[in-house]
């Protein structure tokens, strides 16, 4: 199985946990007023969350029929022998017409346009009949060009009827500025991307492009409606990337193989744990400076954006969807990048503006001269220039000592918030002691450190989002 049919399992489990999670915040928020017509208006929320639910249903048992599990067809029908199309993806197309309905009820309780119902509920009917006659036709006789074009114009009105809620909820979110809109829209949009039809004329790699994006809609409900006061922002957009990006890498490691290797499948579930808490505490630190507009916090989203995406590549070359040598460069010139942006912080934060640009000056010439040895081994770069090299790493360790200050003098004073500086000092010092020594050996497949490194993101998300200091009191 391809990658991206693999991703249907999890695209269809995420859609169940979006589903409930919109089903509860309307729960809630209906309970909470005794007005009838409060509890009336989130009725289409109600029905859109059952489309949903339809849909992740269409998806995982489509998943089933593509791993050969399930089929609608008998093996010796002219369908699962003759058309690839309707012999896997007749579920995925019937259940999608079926949200369409609820989609379509839903949309009409907002708009109070019973024409509106009437018109898509007749191009829905239509989508079937061409399907249904596309299933005749090549009952009849096997191949048929008048049978493709049933199917691509039933595809084509499917996605016109999704565009259509996608156009919905994306201007109310315009309207009202509320990110549960968005996040509704966001998921109708890739729904239309990730008609299964599309797949047949366009390459791969856009496939697996699309498959990211379409696994980050239900991810960006489950946090709207979570957290539904948030206003729309890049945030949003961050927390479905947290999700989606992982569970991209667990789906590649669940087609190398390796989940018969139980040390190295661990390792890999693990790295993409860290992945997504680095990535979720950029995404926060953005939404945090959105609000104050500080430097550091920017530097702290830059940091742990960089900490993700030297995770991530660094992993992918190791699972060997791109060469090793080229996802660890990648790996040490994000990594370090970040370490040095937080020694940087950590001057910033003590108050030495000036001071806090030499470490990026020693950086910056050390990492260009070893980057050149490419595509040699990173420890013979690090051999090459160790004198260099040894001089940054101990920079790295400067913030560990200086937050461990911060620490120390915050606890003697008793002032609150004092296990933030600690948090930092305790991760950033797991993450230089466990990462960079493993990332100058080599290993014949998955580097451990991906994995051993969620403890030190687990510290920082911690921290970072004050839950470190709530934990403690």
């Known amino acids: 199985m391809e990658i991206y049919e693999i991703a249907y399992l999890f695209l269809g489990l995420a859609t169940f946990v979006a589903a409930g999670t919109i089903i509860n915040y309307s ?11 409060i509890k009336k208006a989130f009725r289409p929320l109600y029905i859109f969350a059952i489309g949903l639910i339809i849909f992740g249903i269409g998806v995982v048992l489509t998943y089933f029929v593509l791993n050969g599990n399930i089929s609608i067809w008998l093996a010796d029908s002219n369908i699962a022998l003759y058309n690839d199309y309707l012999n896997n993806y007749s579920i995925f197309y019937i259940f999608t017409l079926i949200e369409l309905v609820f989609l379509t009820i839903s949309a009409t309780l ?74 509704l829209g966001y998921a109708m949009i890739v729904q239309v991307l990730a008609v299964p039809r599309l797949f047949s004329i366009i390459p791969i790699e856009i496939i697996l492009v699309i498959s990211v994006f379409a696994m980050m809609g239900p991810a960006m409900i489950s946090f709207a409606f979570l957290r539904p006061d948030q206003k729309i922002s890049a945030e949003l957009f961050g927390y479905g990337a947290s999700f ?194 493993l990332l100058l050996l080599e290993f014949p497949f998955l580097d451990p450190g991906y994995g051993l490194v969620v403890v030190s993101f687990l510290v920082f998300w911690l921290s970072i989002t004050g839950r470190l200091e709530r934990n403690k009191q």
């Open 244 to 437: 989606a990006g992982p569970l991209f890498l667990v789906i590649s490691l669940v087609t190398t193989g390796v989940y018969t290797d139980i040390g190295i499948f661990v390792t890999g579930i693990m790295g993409a744990f860290a992945i997504m808490l680095a990535a979720g505490t950029a995404a926060y630190t953005f939404g945090r400076w959105r609000e104050t507009k500080q430097l550091p916090t920017a530097m702290l989203m830059i940091i742990f954006a960089s900490f993700a995406a030297g995770q991530m590549i660094g992993m992918f070359g190791n699972i060997g969807l791109f060469t090793t040598v080229t996802g660890v460069y990648f790996d040490l010139v994000a990594s370090s990048f970040a370490l040095i942006v937080f020694t940087a912080v950590a001057f910033l934060a003590a108050g030495y503006r000036t001071a806090a640009s030499i470490p990026v000056i020693i950086y910056v010439p050390t990492i260009l001269l070893m980057v050149q040895s490419y595509p040699d081994p990173v420890s013979v770069a690090f051999l090459n220039y160790w004198y260099l090299g040894g001089l940054v790493m101990l920079l790295f360790f400067l913030p560990v000592i200086m937050f461990s200050i911060t620490w120390r003098r915050m606890k003697r004073a008793g002032t609150p918030g004092r296990s933030r500086p600690l948090g930092m000092a305790i991760g950033l010092l797991l993450y230089i002691l466990i990462r960079f020594p």
């Open 27 to 37: 729960r809630k928020r209906s309970a909470a007023s005794p007005d009838p017509e």
């Open 110 to 183: 907002i708009l109070k346009q019973r024409a509106l119902f009437v018109f898509m509920i007749v191009m829905i009917l239509l989508a079937y009949i061409l399907w249904f006659n596309a299933v005749i036709t090549i009952g009849s006789s096997r191949v048929s060009n008048v049978a493709e074009y049933l199917i691509n114009f039933g595809n084509i009105l499917s996605m016109i009827l999704l565009a259509a809620n996608a156009t919905l909820f994306s201007w109310i979110a315009y309207d009202t500025k509320r990110s549960t809109s968005l996040a």
